[in-house]
């Protein structure tokens, strides 16, 4: 592999992975407030999204499970209604936490390493927002 091709394949990898700020936010969240993850995906094709589907959705979904999230919705991006491009996606998957702590015991479960070969490998790209309801008044 070329220099520019480690390069390349370095920052799209660095794309699908939070930056140290981003894990940062995270550590300073309220501790006991729930949120929801949505992740909006682009698969590297039909290969990516089958084997995102097939391989890396079971395992993380049983690992998410055991830390105390909650898959709230998972489907296919139909078509963009408002909006302009890049607005592309292919897919979204909303996952409830009840905490912070519950997203890092996710995070640092045994297996947790082992599926994100899996993801990375599947995806083009992704956006991994992190969403909280609006105070009831």
């Known amino acids: ?4 091709q480690n390069q390349a394949a ?16 995270l550590l300073k969240y309220p501790d006991a407030t729930p949120f ?13 999204a089958q084997r995102y589907w097939e391989e890396y959705a079971p395992r993380i979904s049983e690992i998410l499970r055991a ?22 996606w292919d897919a979204l998957w909303l996952v409830r936490w009840p905490s912070k702590q519950a997203f890092f015991e996710m995070m640092n479960h045994p297996d947790f390493a082992q599926t ?20 009831h008044e």
């Open 10 to 25: 370095s920052s799209r990898d660095a794309a699908l992975s939070p930056s140290a700020e981003q894990v940062d936010f």
């Open 116 to 135: 994100q070969e899996i993801r990375i490998s599947s995806l083009e790209s992704m956006a991994l927002i992190l969403t909280s309801e609006f105070a």
């Open 67 to 88: 830390a105390g999230g909650r898959e709230l919705w998972k489907g296919r991006a139909e078509r963009l209604i408002i909006g302009a491009a890049p607005h592309d």
């Open 1 to 4: 592999m070329s220099s520019t």
């Open 36 to 48: 929801v993850m949505v992740n909006l995906l682009k698969f590297k094709g039909q290969a990516g």
